[in-house]
């Protein structure tokens, strides 16, 4: 990738994302993390480039979620006291996955999160 087109592809990505996760909530970040890895961090320049793409689409995506968020909350599309009993366990299971990225291997994170993928495709189309 030329280095002047850089910034511009990584604000489409980031535009892309922000879209995917107004409309599915965090579901932008499973887009953030391919377009991430293809045209974000190389593999050829850095061996945890799958670790660094996860984690950078996690810092990407709480970001669009809190002004996502924002957005709903002040158009009375969600009331706070609705999402609060999820926020505590949300916080433990976020440190929880943190701590696992760095111990799971590479392979077994993508085995995991294709068995994710399938389960929620099953869901979405069969209800």
Known sequence: MK???????????????????????????????????????????????DRMAHATSVALVFALTIFSAALYLLQGRVALNDALPYIPGGIVGSAAGAVLLKKISTLWLKRIFAVFMLYTAFRLVFG
């Open 3 to 49: 280095k002047h087109l850089r910034p511009l592809i990584l604000s489409g990505i980031g535009f892309v994302v922000g879209i995917l996760n107004g409309l599915f909530g965090a579901g932008g970040g499973i887009a953030a993390v391919v377009l991430l890895k293809k045209f974000g961090f190389s593999a050829a320049e850095n061996k945890s480039a």
